[in-house]
């Protein structure tokens, strides 16, 4: 490790690969070969102590990272680190953040004590499938990149990946929650029949219930490949076994493309329900306050098949466990090239920018003009007119992602949620001096109300051309993104007479969007409600999709 080698270490829920987290050449070797470019990478220091010089950390950070569960957890940068070596700029590039674990096993308290201080330690596993866990399968999936194996004969009976926590808004909020914190359960308010929930398409977990208690699995991760998908059934079959229960029930999402409803449908002799993404995102908030009904739901995230066979991801509910009425959303916009869009964020700018300016808006002096080639922004604009793999969405990641795009800081990702983190980078520190003008309007009779961004965007082009600061832009429009839905959401909860409004969905990682909500909401005398015991994101929706399908069953 001190000579810049790459050494693979088994620990106790799987491999890590590692490399001394000061060697710049040793960090962007392990980069190159692991084909993971931008995505930034956890480090593991002997102590507290030891990361102080680069990182700032309070007292109830501290108390999470010496906690026995000794989760990865996320740190603001210190501006002007110590003298001490400090991580290199590559182990996690224009970030503000440093994720950071403390040793878990004896092995690890060894390497710390005879080598580098702090060590890179990222997950050991080929891109895009599970952690290995086996030595066998370790030599054969990175034996080409490791140069060295440390290894042992205690075998690995199931593999875990390292949890990922932040401390938001004054408390531990969990990225990914996985070895240390499951399979611990979430005791819920009322005993439910017995539920397999099969989560999502994305960060994938499971969850069964017993009596009052839902049992969510580890992380398992992106159902998008086959290694992964046998990692999902074997996660189902470990937890039934462990806790000694088959379901009567088995819930799954309803979007008719994911893995994990796939496998839900060809359960026999199981009851089926399928749970609306949001309306998930929603209970599982609200199984964790033991909340059954009366709440109003802001739900914002990438994806999520709506009840209308579109893509929701910016929506307010009225939520009770067992249902959920639609009374607001982001308005809808092409998603040129469908999935494509996701990985090209330039896609959904020129989606943007066609709605407010049409044709002209190529002209342009911006930087999404200046760095996508006319062709391609003219191609896109002709698939949103015709509406050729152009699905609509409501999505408030996918508007992320076209800000970030239209302010030049990333047109195209290499690992999810790029764009949005960047763009929340840039605004970091730096305080909102105006808020962007938007609309909301009745949308059609006794439907939803309609949240329009469109004026948003013109202002947010206007700064561009008057070449106003790239991170003040980012700021306002954090802080326009929060007081759209705020006012959609108080309108909503004066004519329902709600006064609890829970937060729930991906966006709410965002620690500017997420602080500033609460804030906000607070200030109109609501009462907010947040996930303190399963992710906001796709990891948590098994939890809700559980509570729904067993509120159904005991209702009838």
């Not at 060295?148 to 926590?165: E, G, T």
């Not at 009567?248 to 496998?263: F, K, L, N, R, V």
């Not at 709605?355 to 391609?376: A, H, M, N, Q």
């Not at 508007?399 to 795009?405: E, I, Q, R, T």
Request: glycine fraction near 8%.
């Amino acid at each position: 490790l001190t000579a810049g080698y790459i050494l693979a270490v088994k620990g106790l829920g799987g491999f890590h690969l590692a490399v001394d987290a000061s060697d710049e050449r040793a960090v962007q070797k392990l980069r190159q070969l692991k084909q993971r470019p931008h995505k930034p990478l956890a480090v593991m220091a002997g102590s507290v102590d030891r990361i102080l010089p680069y990182v700032h950390v309070d007292e109830e950070e501290s108390r999470i990272l010496e906690s026995f569960h000794r989760p990865i957890v996320l740190l603001d940068k210190r501006k002007n680190p110590g003298e001490s070596p400090a991580p290199a700029p590559s182990v996690a590039p224009d970030n503000p953040c440093l994720g950071v674990m403390l040793p878990y096993t004896p092995l690890h308290f060894l390497l710390l004590e005879k080598g580098p201080p702090v060590l890179v330690m990222t997950s050991g596993n080929r891109t895009g499938e599970p952690l290995s866990i086996d030595n066998e399968d370790a030599l054969d999936a990175f034996g080409d990149l490791a140069d060295y194996f440390l290894v042992h004969n205690r075998d690995i009976c199931f593999r875990a990946d390292d949890s990922i926590v932040r401390v938001m808004a004054g408390e531990k909020r969990f990225l990914r929650r996985s070895r240390g914190y499951t399979p611990l359960p979430v005791f819920l308010k009322n005993p439910m029949p017995r539920v397999l929930a099969c989560g999502g398409g994305l960060k994938s977990t499971v969850c069964i219930t017993r009596e009052n208690q839902a049992v969510l699995s580890q992380h398992i991760g992106d159902l998008d490949n086959e290694k992964v998908y046998d990692f999902y059934n074997k996660s189902v079959d470990h937890l039934k076994t462990i806790f000694d229960t088959e379901p009567e029930i088995i819930a799954h999402d309803m979007h008719p493309g994911y893995m994990s409803t796939d496998y839900a449908v060809n359960c026999e002799g199981l009851e089926k329900a399928a749970v609306q993404h949001h309306h998930a995102h929603a209970v599982s908030c609200m199984a964790e306050h033991g909340l059954e009904s009366g709440v109003v739901a802001v739900t914002l995230d990438g994806t999520g098949y709506g009840t209308d066979g579109r893509i929701w991801g910016g929506e307010i509910l009225v939520c009770s466990t067992a249902g959920f009425e639609r009374k607001a959303h982001l308005e809808y916009i092409p998603m040129p090239g469908g999935d494509a869009a996701v990985k090209e964020p330039w896609r959904m700018a020129a989606a943007w920018l066609a709605r407010v300016f049409g044709t002209g808006f190529c002209d342009l002096d911006i930087p999404v003009v200046s760095g996508i080639e006319r062709e391609k922004l003219l191609f896109v604009k002709q698939m949103v007119d015709k509406g050729l793999n152009s699905p609509l969405t409501s999505s408030t990641g996918r508007l992320f992602d076209a800000v970030s795009s239209m302010l030049g800081i990333r047109h195209t990702v290499t690992f999810e949620s790029q764009a949005a983190m960047e763009l929340e980078n840039a605004a970091n520190g730096i305080s909102c001096e105006t808020v962007y003008p938007y609309e909301i309007d009745d949308g059609l009779s006794d439907g939803p109300l309609i949240i329009r961004a469109a004026p948003m965007i013109k202002a947010v082009v206007k700064d561009l051309l008057e070449t106003r600061d790239t991170g003040r832009i980012s700021a306002d429009f954090h802080a326009t993104v929060v007081e759209m839905f705020v006012t959609a959401a108080v309108r909503v909860c004066t004519e329902t007479g709600i006064n609890n409004v829970v937060l729930s969905g991906g966006v709410f990682c965002n620690a500017l969007v997420f602080e500033r909500m609460i804030s906000r909401l607070e200030n109109h005398g609501l009462n907010v409600y947040t996930h303190t015991k399963v992710p906001c994101g796709d990891g948590g929706i098994s939890l809700g999709q559980a509570v729904v399908a067993g509120t159904m069953k005991r209702s009838g």
